[in-house]
DNA sequence: GTGCGCTCATTCGTCATACTTTTGCAAGAG
DNA sequence: CTCTTGCAAAAGTATGACGAATGAGCGCAC
């Protein structure tokens, strides 16, 4: 249906960007060290403007900063545009997984009792019928285990969520959110079979949001984010 | 001392940036209006490279779609990155202030409470010290009318508050918190005196992160940032 | 008249190259 | 030892050429 972040990186361009991306967020570029755009010509054998559009596309996330007579510095990860889905994709694919996941849930716990809040107020018959389908599902293939059909559930409630809250900044956290619930389980830190509470309270949020209950939202919401945190400090600690 | 943000746009690449991006955010390039890379080098004098490198950092911003034989179309809203400091910033120059000063109102209700929270269990005291001389300062300047100390000391509180969550996403955020702040009072929707009840729940606040009062803290928070969005309706109901 | 396919013009994508500007660094003058 | 000065390295800018995709219009067949 849809595949928000580019997918298929194509474009000589997108494939530099992609591969220095990766790198730095893993930190096989560490932070302080230099490259020379002609190095990087070199090594993905490509002519200096598609270079130079990468770097660039880098600089504006704050990966890199391009200076004359030095060269291209690996930026420390406090310049890093943190909230770019790309800087989250590669940090999660390549970097430091589990870091990230626990700053994301308390992000989380910020952000999404509000959305639950806002989404009660605003949310239309539509969504409401999104949100109770999304939670059909979840009971449904959680009992069975289909951990794949889950997550799509899963992540069609909390995106759906966002979407209801009618807030432009929230809704741009999709894919935020999104990427942390596929990281989740598809890096591993998922229990076998999903927690029966955790749905249990996805169906409570579903049923206060449709009931205008905007407190009562904010406060299961809550709940879900906490479980989950709780969920995955279980798993970390193996 | 330092400007976080790319505080003068020096060179030619930037230039053409900030000149689109501030025509897109502004609303004078429409969303699904098309210009050619050739009629930006016309207007701005300068070659395809720096053109093209300027539509691609708007391109990773989502401001803006390339395509082959069509040209550059600039996209909806709801494809921006709504979190990137740039776009913040020409959308709260020249754009629609109010809408998105309402919506980060709601976004900072769910950001700032955590971050309280959160720093009441990992500010040092370092950190502390600060919160408390901020909130000296803002009763200072609030007192005698200095909007611009005032806003100063203000920001100082926020950004260390978020600093001191120990989260990298929270405090990514400041530049958009202090963005906020000072977009309140540059652009007259401050109250010629601040309310003396802000200043005490923002004393509050750091007396509950010296404490490691998470609750507390968090609960302060919550009132700062609702006390904010009664003040801003008033003020634009004027 | 209608529908299908083919050609073509347009616009971005990529490459190569030359020149300009900044700036770290080191050698030499005092 | 310090300061100046010149050099070279690297990014920044400009230009021109070619490649590739693709929307649109034209023409042909039925």
């Known amino acids: 249906m849809f595949a928000v972040t580019t997918s298929p990186p194509v474009g000589q361009h997108a494939s ?5 991306g990766g790198r730095i967020a893993s930190g096989a570029l560490a932070t302080g060290q230099v490259v020379t755009l002609d190095g990087i010509c070199a090594e993905h054998r490509v002519s200096r403007s598609v270079a130079r559009e990468a770097i660039r596309v880098l600089e504006s996330m704050g990966l890199v900063a391009s200076r004359r007579r030095v060269g291209i510095t690996i930026q420390p990860r406090e310049r890093w545009n943190v909230f770019d889905p790309r800087v989250i994709r590669w940090r999660l694919d390549l970097g430091d997984r589990t870091d990230q996941l626990l700053s994301l849930s308390e992000l989380r716990r910020g952000i999404e009792p509000v959305a639950a809040a806002l989404a009660a107020e605003r949310a239309d018959g539509e969504q409401c019928r999104v949100l109770a389908a999304a939670v059909s599902d979840m009971v449904v293939h959680g009992r069975s285990g289909d951990l794949e059909a889950y997550l799509r559930a899963d992540t069609l409630f909390h995106r759906t969520l966002l979407e209801a809250s009618g807030n432009e900044m929230l809704r741009a956290l999709q894919d935020v959110v999104a990427e942390v619930l596929s990281g989740r389980t598809h890096h591993g830190m998922m229990p076998a ?3 029966p509470d955790a749905i249990a309270l996805h ?28 969920a995955l400090r279980a798993e970390q600690g193996h």
């Open 193 to 195: 079979r999903p927690n």
């Open 203 to 230: 169906d409570e949020v579903a049923r206060a949001v449709r009931l205008g209950d905007g407190p009562g939202a904010e406060r299961a919401m809550r709940a879900i984010i906490d479980e989950a945190a709780a």
């Open 16 to 20: 530099v960007l992609a591969a220095l």
